[in-house]
């Protein structure tokens, strides 16, 4: 049985798409920015904004990269930080999980302030024993904020797993030693896709608590 349940944010607790895409989109117009051809912008929900930002738009220099991202993480404090929504389901999934005694985390890309804003503000942050989120340096990966969660839990890696929905937090899950558990109602993982390797999956968060309770 795993003690530490460690939470990605952006597409595992909250759909963070409304705001997130929009700040994207409003940065490409405020610094007129040529899209690439992408299906589904959502791809980008969760990772790093380097990323983003070249996945979705034409990045000609470095300097061009790096205003688009102070220009996103402006609008983002402003306006995209209040354009979000709970999956449905996810708090009564929280609090069961707290009641069964389990430890309850949080390991984000976003920058910690709006992480623990989002969480108080939507009512779940009552449920974490600690979240952790970027800290404005490049050494802050997804591993780096999984492992801050294990070394303030003082959890051994075995004894945790991290739930996310996208390729990031299940690279992050590697490199930090933990089990990982995806989410299909997110953004990154769908229903029966494995990003080539093994590990479950859940498409719900009533099924992420009775994936738990079997766990026992």
């Given amino acids: 049985m795993k003690k530490l349940i460690i939470f990605d944010l952006d597409g595992t607790l909250l759909d963070t798409s409304e705001g997130i895409l929009h700040c994207y989109h409003k ?24 990323d983003g930002f070249r996945t979705l738009y034409n990045i000609p220099d470095d300097k061009t990269l790096v205003k688009a991202i102070d220009t996103y993480r402006k609008l983002y404090a402003n306006e995209g930080i209040r354009k979000f929504r709970l999956y449905d389901g996810i708090d009564t999934a929280l609090r069961q999980l707290k009641s069964d005694g389990y430890q309850l985390g949080v390991a984000t890309l976003k920058l910690e302030e709006y992480a623990k804003t989002m969480l108080k503000s939507a009512d779940l942050a009552k449920y974490f024993d600690t979240i952790h989120g970027w800290d404005g340096t490049e050494k802050c990966t ?11 839990q003082k959890c051994l890696a075995k004894d945790a797993v991290l739930v996310g929905d996208s390729v990031y937090d299940k690279k992050g899950a590697e490199i930090a030693g933990v089990d990982f558990l995806g989410v299909t109602y997110g953004f990154g993982i769908k229903q029966g896709n494995k990003l080539n390797s093994r590990f479950d999956t859940v498409d719900s ?12």
């Fill in 27 to 50: 940065t490409a117009e405020l610094i007129v920015l040529k899209k690439n051809p992408v299906n589904n912008d959502s791809i980008v929900i969760g990772g790093p904004l380097s």
């Fill in 142 to 152: 997804k591993a780096y904020t999984v492992i801050k969660v294990l070394f303030e």
């Fill in 205 to 216: 968060p009533a099924e992420l608590t009775n994936y738990f309770i079997q766990q026992k």
